[in-house]
């Protein structure tokens, strides 16, 4: 199966240490996990390592409707890559470069064949921009 590539990225005002650990750590990434407000991450799990497996549990804040996002690691190097497959196959890079006192984090991810590529670029996109955020408030 063919699918779209779309890849969205941020500028982390953060050294790479800060950001790999608040992209990595389940503690972290319940504060951040979310593409707006009236959605939340109440629990997350990491195992960090080729063959490791995530699961992030979202929720709509007025329980309307959840969903678990989870996949197997392909491949990790710490404070630079961390690559995954999703449980449709799709595969999702995630690319960390150092910029001195700055961090740009690219995500590059297989669309999937539900919603707009648009409306997902977005989505995605609005994620980073919460971490972004979360992290330089840190």
């Given at each position: 199966m063919a699918f779209e590539t779309i890849t969205v990225e941020a500028t982390i005002e953060a050294p790479i240490e800060k950001v790999w650990e608040t992209w990595t750590k389940p503690?972290?990434?319940?504060?951040?996990?979310?593409?707006?407000?009236?959605?939340?991450?109440?629990?997350?799990?990491?195992d960090l390592r080729p063959g490791g497996k995530f699961s992030s549990r979202m929720e709509a804040r007025d329980g309307s409707f959840g969903f678990d996002f989870e996949g197997v690691y392909d491949e990790v190097t710490d404070h630079k890559l961390i690559s995954y497959t999703l449980g449709d196959e799709r595969k999702v890079k995630?690319?960390?470069?150092?910029?001195?006192d700055?961090?740009?984090?690219?995500e590059t991810f297989n669309a999937e064949n539900q919603n707009p590529v648009e409306m997902q670029k977005a989505g995605w996109q609005a994620i980073l921009n919460n971490f972004k955020k979360y992290t330089e408030g840190l």
């Open positions: 503690e972290h990434i319940i504060h951040w996990n979310n593409a707006s407000d009236d959605w939340f991450t109440p629990k997350a799990e990491n995630i690319e960390f470069e150092e910029k001195g700055q961090t740009l984090v690219t």
